[in-house]
C-alpha cells in the first residue's frame, strides 16, 4: 500500500506544527560520542535548531 502524497495530508492554507526526524546513512552516528569509531560529534547537535531557525525564516 502507497503513503498518502504530503501534499494531500497537509493544509497549505493553515499554521501548524510538524515533527522533523533525522536519518543517518549507514548508521552514521549524528550527535554525542561514537564509542565504535572513538570520536566525538557533540558539535553538531547545534546544527538543527540553528538550521530549523533559518529555514522558518526563508520558508514561513
Known sequence: MSR????LLFD??????NHCINRCVHWAF???FDE????SFD???????????WLAGVMA
Open 4 to 7: 498518502i502524497p504530503r501534499k
Open 12 to 17: 497549505s492554507t493553515e499554521v501548524g506544527v
Open 30 to 32: 549524528l550527535c554525542g
Open 36 to 39: 565504535v569509531s572513538g570520536r
Open 43 to 53: 558539535h553538531r547537535k547545534e546544527w538543527p535548531p540553528g538550521r530549523l531557525e
